[in-house]
């Protein structure tokens, strides 16, 4: 029904910028909202940002708010996650997911997944 590939990960020094992309696609993938949630090894997934499509319902994780943006493109069918002032704890599997509305904080009731884009943050 919902397709999501991310890209745009990669390794960035302590206080760089990287933006991440997911391009959604299927029948159904604009009845939807759209978020990140990222996952570091031995750690649970954790919520990042959520996003409407029509840009109007927007949520921050507190330990991003203020460093990261989430926004959309709806003419190419893309979210993106413009990542500033990355520390070293950010590193971690950045998964876009796509989630009826409201979008849940919580990963166990996310409706559909990307496979994920290592973010890696050098000290």
């Known amino acids: 029904q919902v397709q999501l590939v991310e890209s745009g990960g990669g390794l960035v020094q302590a206080g760089g910028s990287l933006r991440l992309s997911c391009e959604a696609s299927?029948?159904?993938?604009?009845?939807?909202?759209m978020g990140w949630f990222r996952q570091a090894p031995g750690k649970n997934r954790e919520f990042v940002a959520s996003?409407?499509?029509?840009?109007?319902?927007?949520v921050y994780a507190d330990s991003v708010k203020g460093r990261f943006t989430i926004s959309t493109d709806n003419a190419k069918n893309t979210v993106y996650l413009q990542m500033n002032s990355l520390k070293p704890e950010d590193t971690a599997v950045y998964f876009c997911?796509?989630?009826?509305?409201?979008?849940?904080?919580?990963?166990?009731?996310?409706?559909?997944w990307g496979k994920g884009t290592l973010v890696t943050v050098s000290s």
């Open positions: 299927g029948r159904t993938f604009n009845t939807y909202d």
């Open positions: 997911a796509a989630d009826r509305s409201p979008f849940s904080r919580w990963s166990g009731r996310i409706n559909y």
């Open positions: 996003i409407s499509w029509s840009g109007g319902r927007v």
